[in-house]
């Protein structure tokens, strides 16, 4: 296998908690899921650089003497910027569900902000 794969079934947008396994073709066929390749190199370095991040927090300590930074800001910095590099695999367009969540959470927001802009006029 030369790509990285991972399974999505066909209703979801997200992949499932085993996204990673390799599966085989004739189990893939069988059970109805679409496998969603992760382009070129993108398959192998976006993981790892979220591997090394996550593996980089055991290694914070206070009164370090030769790093201006922790490593783990290093090795955050390094997965934000491999996720940057390769944001069609990354990131994906929100669901309309999550645009409309975003809309009653702004829409209270102003509704509230509004209500104690008046409140603190009258006092």
């Known amino acids: 296998m030369t790509e990285s794969s991972c399974r999505v079934s066909a209703g979801r947008r997200t992949p499932s908690a085993d996204a990673f396994l390799p599966m085989a073709p004739a189990a893939a066929a069988s059970s ?6 992760l382009p070129g190199a993108a398959g192998y ?10 593996f980089s927090i055991f290694f914070e300590y206070p009164q370090r003497k030769f790093l201006p930074v922790e490593v783990p800001t290093i090795t955050a910095s390094l997965f934000l910027l ?3 590099l390769h944001a069609g695999v990354c990131f994906a367009w929100p669901p309309p569900a999550a645009w409309k969540w975003i809309a009653i959470y702004l829409g209270l ?3 509230i902000r509004l209500g104690a802009l008046v409140h603190f006029q009258r006092h």
Do not use: D, K
């Open 109 to 111: 927001y102003r509704n």
């Open 45 to 54: 370095i976006v993981p790892w650089a979220f591997y090394a991040f996550v």
């Open 32 to 37: 109805g899921e679409r496998r969603l390749a």
């Open 82 to 84: 491999v996720a940057l």
